[in-house]
């Protein structure tokens, strides 16, 4: 019999004959990185202002992102979008958030290709790219761009982190979580978090653990592999949670309030070279009460505010730095070629008072002073919920004007520190070339000289649209070479070109004005109100002189705003942002492909993983009951039946002491509680909580349907009581959790988990009745999962 040989190009380069002796083998090459090939690590951090972190003259200490940037390069002109899940899109990509279709948060998608939320696979992500090239891929913490109603344990799975390049992932899927109780996903799959409160967990630690984990997993096992890790922490996303002993580092240190704060840390930021020392401060916000104008008071409390989120902010740093550590220790930190950047500005979402409980404000419960005062030592601890008030958020931004969500510099304009001291030999220097957040990935492409690939997985790549500033590292005095960049969120536009910045934003350049006008935040954009805004909503700013955007030269220079209109309009044509979209609660209940709002009936099983708060009955303002069908051994049982939220808002339907019981958290304020009057018996039994509303919410107070709420066993009333009030919008945000409670717990008359101890055959909610809709409402719940 003749041998048969197979050729190189085809399935198998060797000689396979009869036997052994008369074949010759052949290994597959595997894919290997150049020898001198960098690690890469993308810091992406959450609402930090651009004035806040001291390594760009904050006053929150930031000693390891200091190392950074003394190691390397202040980046000062570096631009997001605004947003968080558009700008995480733009980093990954190296494309323009509506070419991603990222208009703005996931559950905000729309049916137009700029605003679906499903991002493309012929844009490719940087983990994509980098396995072809003998990477290892690593994400630890915040994903948030996967569309809501793939983000459940029934998937699908291919826009999760391992869908797109990355080969483990431990982090959040959504856009916030409790750092004390967090909803983590390993891989594809729900898991409780590996510590207790009282073992000193902490979202941010546990996210450094496992990124390191991950390096020295790789390291030990293939030690000539570089890897790729996008590490993208909880903080400083509210709620502001961390430990006393890091808040109290604080204690006074901003007691001169928000405006003194601004001051100073514009003359540091002018220290640092990072403005000339003629560049002016941005004038007094109008949303922003004068800090001399509070009482002794408001101030004490709105301090306190402002510490915790700084021993916030620098707990976060101090893990960095526990990463930073490990790649000393293996040699691998001079050869790492790590970003940092944050997503956006400062965030505003605590108001203009500040909350305790933000899940307050999001249900239109306002707090009063005397509410916070007696608890304000609990902020940033397990019982709190907390954001500053906004007028931290405007000095977090200095020295530039308002905060995330508006393309004003303070939501778009962010700080970037580049540091690869191998592959850099400038240290400590300030870089003011132009530059976006799409611009990350080309930059990081050209450092490591790979092309863009033509296709990734079968599927032809779209250009990358952002360009690398790698020519940027060891020239200070080189060009840029991004000279346009358009920016809308919102339906608040901007556009930067050569030096120039029109902006126009929607409902106006602050919320006093948008509100004179008639218009608020999140109202429909006619063609009407979009023709008056094009005739003269627009402001102009020379901010190659005026950075902070100080004097609007609309009037001076007509025909050079008229020129940034059209091109902001060529701009928006090129990159799918048309049509124009200024709503918020309209693109919440846009039809799309995702589970009816309208489904009457739910069905639990125990012990399986939580269920993501977008996925969980509509239990608010309507007739609803809950059924469990149950064995209760010999001697009784105890535990969670079904639960949901946390102490910020909930409600948990539970066996304790041989009763059965119903706990209504109303906004950590009030526990409303109903119970049994006799125990539950041995057996087979049925247990069913029932409401029915007694009255009507009233919303814009904060206030729930008041109603009545029964205990019933195998059919009989065991329990029955009347509830004032109840939560009108939304619990906290944790999921829903059948058998046991999921993270924290609703009523601190248990601890978590509190698993049942006997057998839980399903437990079904019904909902009857219509949901009482409110749009505002809607609105204030969306922005809180930001």
Same mark, same amino acid.
């Given at each position: 019999?003749?041998?048969?040989?197979?050729?190189?190009?085809?399935?198998?380069?060797?000689?396979?004959?009869?036997?052994?002796?008369?074949?010759?083998?052949?290994?597959?090459?595997?894919?290997?990185?150049?020898?001198?090939?960098?690690?890469?690590?993308?810091?992406?951090?959450?609402?930090?202002? !651009?004035?806040?972190?001291?390594?760009?003259?904050?006053?929150?200490?930031?000693?390891?992102?200091? %190392?950074?940037?003394?190691?390397?390069?202040?980046?000062?002109?570096?631009?997001?979008?605004?947003?968080?899940?558009?700008?995480?899109?733009?980093?990954?990509?190296?494309?323009?958030?509506?070419?991603?279709?990222?208009?703005?948060?996931?559950?905000?998608?729309?049916?137009?290709?700029?605003?679906?939320?499903?991002?493309?696979?012929?844009?490719?992500?940087?983990?994509?790219?980098?396995?072809?090239?003998?990477?290892?891929?690593?994400?630890?913490? @915040?994903?948030?761009?996967?569309?809501?109603?793939?983000?459940?344990?029934?998937?699908?799975?291919?826009?999760?982190?391992?869908?797109?390049?990355?080969?483990?992932?431990?982090?959040?899927?959504?856009?916030?979580?409790?750092?004390?109780?967090?909803?983590?996903?390993?891989?594809?799959?729900?898991?409780?978090?590996?510590?207790?409160?009282?073992?000193?967990?902490?979202?941010?630690?546990?996210?450094?653990?496992?990124?390191?984990?991950?390096?020295?997993?790789?390291?030990?096992?293939?030690?000539?592999?570089?890897?790729?890790?996008?590490?993208?922490?909880?903080?400083?996303?509210?709620?502001?949670?961390?430990?006393?002993?890091?808040?109290?580092?604080?204690?006074?240190?901003?007691?001169?309030?928000?405006?003194?704060?601004?001051?100073?840390?514009?003359?540091?930021? @002018?220290?640092?070279?990072?403005?000339?020392?003629?560049?002016?401060?941005?004038?007094?916000?109008?949303?922003?009460?004068?800090?001399?104008?509070?009482?002794?008071?408001?101030?004490?409390?709105?301090?306190?505010?402002?510490?915790?989120?700084?021993?916030?902010?620098?707990?976060?740093?101090?893990?960095?730095?526990?990463?930073?550590?490990?790649?000393?220790?293996?040699?691998?930190?001079?050869?790492?070629?790590?970003?940092?950047?944050?997503?956006?500005?400062?965030?505003?979402?605590?108001?203009?008072?500040?909350?305790?409980?933000?899940?307050?404000?999001?249900?239109?419960?306002?707090?009063?002073?005397?509410?916070?005062?007696?608890?304000?030592?609990?902020?940033?601890?397990?019982?709190?919920?907390?954001?500053?008030?906004?007028?931290?958020?405007?000095?977090?931004?200095?020295?530039?004007?308002?905060?995330? @969500?508006?393309?004003?510099?303070?939501?778009?304009?962010?700080?970037?520190?580049?540091?690869?001291?191998?592959?850099?030999?400038?240290?400590?220097?300030?870089?003011?070339?132009?530059?976006?957040?799409?611009?990350?990935?080309?930059?990081?492409?050209?450092?490591?000289?790979?092309?863009?690939?033509?296709?990734?997985?079968?599927?032809?790549?779209?250009?990358?649209?952002?360009?690398?500033?790698?020519?940027?590292?060891?020239?200070?005095?080189?060009?840029?070479?991004?000279?346009?960049?358009?920016?809308?969120?919102?339906?608040?536009?901007?556009?930067?070109?050569?030096?120039?910045?029109?902006?126009?934003?929607?409902?106006?350049?602050?919320?006093?004005?948008?509100?004179?006008?008639?218009?608020?935040?999140?109202?429909?954009?006619?063609?009407?109100?979009?023709?008056?805004?094009?005739?003269?909503?627009?402001?102009?700013?020379?901010?190659?002189?005026?950075?902070?955007?100080?004097?609007?030269?609309?009037?001076?220079?007509?025909?050079?705003?008229?020129?940034?209109?059209?091109?902001?309009?060529?701009?928006?044509?090129?990159?799918?942002?048309?049509?124009?979209?200024?709503?918020?609660?309209?693109?919440?209940?846009?039809?799309?492909?995702?589970?009816?709002?309208?489904?009457?009936?739910?069905?639990?099983?125990?012990?399986?993983?939580?269920?993501?708060?977008?996925?969980?009955?509509?239990?608010?303002?309507?007739?609803?009951?809950?059924?469990?069908?149950?064995?209760?051994?010999?001697?009784?049982?105890?535990?969670?039946?079904?639960?949901?939220?946390?102490?910020?808002?909930?409600?948990?339907?539970?066996?304790?002491?041989?009763?059965?019981?119903?706990?209504?958290?109303?906004?950590?304020?009030?526990?409303?509680?109903?119970?049994?009057?006799?125990?539950?018996?041995?057996?087979?039994?049925?247990?069913? !909580?029932?409401?029915?509303?007694?009255?009507?919410?009233?919303?814009?107070?904060?206030?729930?349907?008041?109603?009545?709420?029964?205990?019933?066993?195998?059919?009989?009333?065991?329990?029955?009581?009347?509830?004032?009030?109840?939560?009108?919008?939304?619990?906290?945000?944790?999921?829903?959790?059948?058998?046991?409670?999921?993270?924290?717990?609703?009523?601190?008359?248990?601890?978590?988990?509190?698993?049942?101890?006997?057998?839980?055959?399903?437990?079904?909610?019904?909902?009857?009745?219509?949901?009482?809709?409110?749009?505002?409402?809607?609105?204030?719940?969306?922005?809180? %999962?930001?």
């Amino acid at each position: 019999m003749s041998l048969k040989e197979y050729k190189p190009g085809t399935s198998f380069p060797g000689v396979i004959g009869r036997t052994v002796s008369e074949s010759s083998s052949s290994w597959p090459e595997p894919t290997r990185a150049r020898a001198d090939a960098p690690n890469v690590i993308f810091f992406v951090l959450d609402d930090v202002g !651009y004035g806040q972190m001291s390594a760009f003259g904050g006053l929150v200490n930031t000693p390891n992102i200091e %190392r950074l940037a003394k190691n390397g390069l202040r980046y000062t002109n570096m631009h997001t979008t605004a947003l968080c899940s558009p700008t995480r899109s733009c980093i990954l990509t190296g494309r323009n958030h509506h070419s991603n279709g990222v208009a703005a948060i996931m559950e905000t998608a729309t049916g137009f290709p700029g605003y679906d939320g499903r991002m493309p696979f012929e844009n490719g992500m940087l983990p994509e790219m980098l396995l072809a090239h003998g990477y290892n891929t690593f994400c630890t913490g @915040k994903w948030h761009l996967s569309p809501a109603e793939e983000s459940t344990p029934a998937g699908p799975f291919h826009r999760w982190p391992l869908g797109r390049g990355f080969e483990r992932f431990y982090g959040f899927l959504g856009g916030e979580t409790n750092q004390w109780f967090p909803d983590l996903t390993y891989d594809n799959h729900s898991v409780p978090q590996p510590g207790s409160l009282e073992e000193g967990y902490h979202l941010d630690k546990d996210l450094a653990d496992h990124a390191i984990q991950f390096i020295l997993d790789a390291h030990v096992n293939a030690p000539e592999k570089p890897f790729f890790l996008y590490h993208a922490p909880g903080c400083a996303h509210a709620p502001h949670q961390v430990s006393k002993e890091w808040s109290d580092k604080y204690k006074g240190k901003f007691d001169m309030g928000w405006d003194k704060y601004r001051e100073i840390v514009f003359a540091r930021q @002018k220290e640092l070279g990072i403005f000339p020392p003629d560049a002016e401060l941005s004038p007094h916000d109008p949303d922003v009460p004068e800090w001399d104008s509070l009482s002794d008071e408001q101030k004490m409390l709105y301090s306190r505010f402002m510490e915790v989120f700084a021993g916030f902010l620098e707990h976060c740093d101090y893990q960095l730095g526990r990463i930073l550590k490990a790649l000393e220790d293996i040699g691998e930190l001079d050869n790492t070629l790590i970003m940092l950047i944050p997503d956006n500005g400062a965030s505003s979402e605590g108001g203009v008072n500040g909350a305790f409980n933000e899940m307050s404000s999001f249900n239109y419960y306002y707090e009063k002073l005397e509410e916070i005062l007696p608890r304000m030592e609990e902020l940033g601890g397990p019982m709190s919920y907390n954001h500053y008030p906004w007028g931290w958020s405007w000095a977090g931004n200095t020295p530039f004007r308002r905060w995330k @969500k508006e393309v004003y510099r303070g939501g778009s304009t962010d700080n970037l520190i580049v540091s690869w001291p191998r592959g850099i030999k400038a240290r400590g220097e300030n870089r003011f070339q132009y530059a976006h957040a799409i611009d990350m990935l080309p930059t990081v492409l050209d450092a490591l000289g790979i092309e863009p690939p033509e296709s990734i997985r079968g599927v032809t790549q779209s250009p990358i649209e952002g360009v690398s500033f790698a020519h940027t590292f060891d020239d200070a005095e080189a060009p840029t070479n991004h000279y346009t960049q358009y920016f809308e969120m919102f339906a608040c536009r901007a556009i930067d070109h050569d030096g120039w910045r029109a902006v126009c934003g929607f409902p106006g350049p602050s919320y006093t004005e948008g509100a004179e006008k008639g218009h608020k935040f999140g109202d429909e954009i006619t063609p009407e109100i979009l023709d008056e805004l094009d005739a003269s909503g627009w402001e102009l700013y020379h901010i190659a002189k005026d950075p902070a955007e100080c004097h609007n030269l609309a009037d001076r220079y007509p025909a050079k705003l008229k020129e940034m209109i059209a091109r902001w309009y060529v701009e928006a044509g090129k990159y799918q942002v048309l049509p124009l979209d200024g709503t918020v609660m309209q693109r919440l209940v846009a039809e799309r492909p995702r589970l009816s709002k309208t489904q009457n009936h739910y069905t639990f099983y125990p012990n399986l993983s939580v269920v993501p708060i977008g996925n969980t009955p509509m239990l608010f303002n309507r007739p609803h009951s809950i059924t469990a069908e149950v064995e209760i051994p010999t001697g009784g049982a105890e535990g969670v039946l079904l639960a949901q939220g946390g102490i910020a808002g909930g409600f948990v339907f539970y066996l304790k002491g041989g009763k059965l019981h119903y706990i209504h958290n109303y906004l950590g304020l009030e526990e409303l509680k109903v119970s049994s009057t006799v125990d539950v018996p041995d057996g087979a039994v049925t247990l069913r !909580y029932e409401f029915e509303p007694t009255g009507k919410p009233d919303l814009r107070n904060g206030r729930g349907a008041p109603g009545r709420g029964q205990l019933y066993i195998d059919g009989k009333l065991v329990g029955n009581t009347e509830f004032p009030t109840t939560v009108p919008i939304t619990f906290g945000i944790e999921g829903l959790s059948c058998g046991y409670d999921f993270g924290e717990v609703v009523s601190h008359e248990y601890h978590a988990p509190f698993t049942f101890t006997g057998k839980i055959h399903q437990v079904t909610v019904d909902l009857s009745g219509e949901l009482i809709e409110d749009e505002e409402a809607e609105v204030q719940i969306l922005m809180a %999962r930001q």
